[in-house]
Nanobody, 115 residues
Framework: VQLVESGGGLVQPGGSLRLSCAAS????????MTWYRQAPGKERELVAT????????NYADSVKGRFTISRDNAKNTVYLQMNSLKPEDTAVYYC?????????WGQGTQVTVSS
């Protein structure tokens, strides 16, 4: 099983980034996919979730209206489009796959929002 995040980097406030998480080794379409983030000295927090069936989504209040989660089951990939980025969005972003009691994690990708 692998979850490989990409797309992180340094961006100025107000800018945009698109994170990708490529999955392999499990039936991607059967899993809910979630982006989490963890800032230095803080606990890991849920950013956005997309369900396996129907693709319903849920967002943290802090990112609603700015971030969009989506998935392409044909490519086994989940995305996080991040717009209007703020310095407080700086964190390591992790991809998570969850189905019942099974959970897989990626290694994370750093996002830094700074001028």
């Amino acid at each position: 099983v692998q979850l490989v995040e990409s797309g992180g980097g340094l961006v100025q406030p107000g800018g945009s980034l698109r994170l990708s998480c490529a999955a392999s080794g499990f039936t991607f379409s059967s899993y809910a996919m979630t982006w989490y983030r963890q800032a230095p000295g803080k606990e890991r927090e849920l950013v956005a979730t997309i369900k396996s069936a129907g693709g319903s989504t849920n967002y943290a209040d802090s990112v609603k209206g700015r971030f969009t989660i989506s998935r392409d089951n044909a490519k086994n990939t989940v995305y996080l489009q991040m717009n209007s980025l703020k310095p407080e969005d700086t964190a390591v972003y992790y991809c998570n796959a969850q189905r019942l009691l099974l959970a897989y994690w990626g290694q994370g990708t750093q996002v830094t929002v700074s001028s």
